[in-house]
Structure formats: C-alpha cells, structure tokens
C-alpha cells in the first residue's frame, strides 16, 4: 500500500481550502473597507464573488458601487 499519493492529494486539498479561505477573506474584508459591515444584501453575493479568479473579483470590489454589485450577483 502506497500512503504518498494519498498524502499529496490530501496535502493539494488542504492548499486549495487555505486559498480559497485567504480568498473569501480578502473579498469580506474589501466589501467591509467600502461599504461598513455586511449586511443581508452584500452577505449572499460573497459566494459568488468568491467564484471568481481574483484578478477578476478585485477590480469589481474596488470599482462598482453597493447597488451594483448587490445588481449583479444577486
């Protein structure tokens, strides 16, 4: 029985959560620099910003307002 491919994809899924963790954070804290804390309206769209390569989601953060992020990934 062989433990080291079981080992590296564990390892490869473990990297990959704290990446997607460090994103989800980053995307919370720009919305709460912006707008003050989120609230029921922004809280939902964070998944589908998430989604999103950060070279993607970081110039909507910074660029659109509330209304139209809330607009578009509602």
């Known amino acids: 029985m ?3 491919p ?14 997607e963790q460090g994103e989800r954070l980053v995307v919370e804290n720009l919305l709460k620099v912006r707008f003050g804390e989120l609230d029921n309206e922004l ?10 390569p950060p070279e993607e989601f970081t110039p909507l953060l910074l660029q659109l307002s509330r209304e139209e ?5 509602s």
């Open 2 to 4: 062989r433990l080291a």
């Open 6 to 19: 079981l080992y590296q994809q564990d390892r490869e899924q473990a990297t990959q959560q704290g990446i």
């Open 43 to 52: 809280q939902p769209i964070i998944s589908s910003l998430v989604a999103l």
């Open 69 to 73: 992020l809330i607009a578009r990934f």
